[in-house]
């Protein structure tokens, strides 16, 4: 087992782990927030035939060069219409937004542009090609338009239709056991004894999980015993596909997780050098990937953010750019000093807002690894180097949060 690793081995060191990725065919009205197993091509040309942007004549260009040119209304050419009037010199069809072009005619001048008297129109402004929407200016048939690994969105699964796909084949959601673990943990609702907290990472990482497409299986709350623990992710991995669990992977006599992975799992690296969430572990139960994510609240989000939302995206074979992600790398200026760790690639909690002059970022609340408020009143994390200060002025890197 390797300790104390860098964030860049900590990924090289968990891609070595991974699950099979499954596939499945699901209808189009259910893609939203899948990833697709295949690329999709465009099953037709889009538009499928020349037509209107706009309300208005249909004409030829050369017809309407003088302003207050009378022409004859030929007809009208609506959207899902396919009689079509034939335009030909000094005459005019009606058109609208959508609708296809007639034959004959190669411009649009709008209505707001005419005046129309008996089954005639005056034309008051210009004719534009430009109005017309050409076919397969936007998508052609056979052509490639989504890799797979994209992630399906609300433009996508619109682009999807487009293309005349009633359903595509996605990756099927990995399930990911979230484990709790301490003594100390209650559930929300239940009152407090001296010395008990609420129970709040399981909702939190679940909800990281669910982010990345993935399916998220939590727990009850693993108490400090190791029999306990050996049950419950025994469990896990007979019916998940990876296990995160949070809390006891410390130094302390009573951090099973870890004794318990040393003891009889399998266990990659412990500890990687950032801060917050110095004491990650990581490495497989009965050949399921698992990740002990600290039991401080914002050293867990920070760990998964940073190390385990990348290693899923991996294991989903998930598109780089197109894909799920938690955050995106930004440069921004320092409204104020921010303090950077020793030895540690240091993540400070900072709100990015984007002003007349670029990216700034500020720190509005108490920084402890416990508040998990300082996650929810920023939207970045710092990535300043190992033993550096982020001065007032200077341009750092961050990574800003979805
Ligand atoms: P541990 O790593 O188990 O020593 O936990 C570190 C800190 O995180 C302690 O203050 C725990 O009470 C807290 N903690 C651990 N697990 C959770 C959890 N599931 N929800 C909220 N806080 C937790
Ligand atoms: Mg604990």
């Not at 009205?29 to 309300?55: C, E, Q, Y």
């Not at 008051?124 to 338009?145: F, H, S, T, W």
């Not at 050098?273 to 490495?283: A, N, T």
């Not at 401080?296 to 940073?306: K, T």
């Amino acid at each position: 087992m390797e300790t104390s690793v860098s964030l860049e081995r900590a990924l090289a060191l968990a891609n070595s782990l991974s699950f099979p990725r499954s596939t499945e065919i699901t209808p189009l009205s259910l893609l939203n927030g899948r990833i697709l197993a295949t690329p999709l091509s465009s099953k037709v040309d889009d538009p499928a035939f020349d037509n209107s942007a706009m309300d208005g004549w249909a004409v030829r260009a050369e017809d309407c060069s003088t302003e207050g040119t009378i022409l004859e209304i030929v007809g009208t050419s609506r959207a899902g219409n396919d009689q079509l009037p034939e335009v030909s010199t000094g005459q005019a069809s009606r058109i609208m937004t959508g609708a296809p072009l007639p034959p004959g005619a190669d411009a649009i001048v709008i209505v707001e542009d005419s005046t129309e008297e008996g089954n005639q129109v005056k034309i008051l402004g210009p004719a534009r090609p430009g109005y017309i929407r050409k076919q397969a200016e936007n998508l052609q048939k056979g052509q490639k338009i989504l890799p797979a690994g994209t992630l399906i969105g609300p433009a996508e699964a619109s682009l999807v239709a487009t293309m005349g796909h009633h359903e595509a084949e996605t990756v099927s959601r990995p399930v990911i056991a979230v484990i709790s673990t301490g003594d100390e943990l209650v559930q929300p609702g239940t009152k407090l004894s001296p010395g008990q907290i609420y129970e709040s990472n399981s909702y939190g990482i679940a909800s990281l999980v669910e982010k990345m497409g993935a399916t998220a299986k939590r727990f009850d709350v693993v108490h400090d015993n190791i029999e306990g623990l050996r049950l419950t992710l025994d469990e896990a991995a007979n019916s998940c596909d990876a296990i995160l669990t949070s809390g006891g992977v410390s130094m302390g006599e009573w951090d099973l997780v870890r004794r318990l992975m040393e003891e009889e799992g399998e266990p990659l690296f412990w500890k990687v050098l950032i801060r917050p969430g110095g004491p990650p572990l990581c490495g497989s139960w009965k050949d399921t990937p698992l990740f002990g994510l600290p039991g401080n609240p914002v050293s867990s989000h920070v760990v998964f953010i940073s190390l385990v939302a990348p290693w899923l995206a991996g294991c989903m074979e998930s598109d780089h750019e197109l894909g799920p992600r938690l955050a995106d790398r930004v440069r921004v200026r320092l409204t104020e000093d921010i303090k950077g760790a020793p030895k540690k690639l240091c993540m400070r909690r900072i709100r990015i807002e984007a002003g007349e002059d670029g990216m700034t970022a500020s720190v509005h609340t108490h920084q402890g690894s416990g508040n998990i408020h300082s996650m929810v009143a920023h939207n970045g994390l710092t990535l300043l180097p190992p033993d550096t200060n982020g001065k007032e002025g200077e341009t750092i890197d961050a990574l800003w949060l979805r």
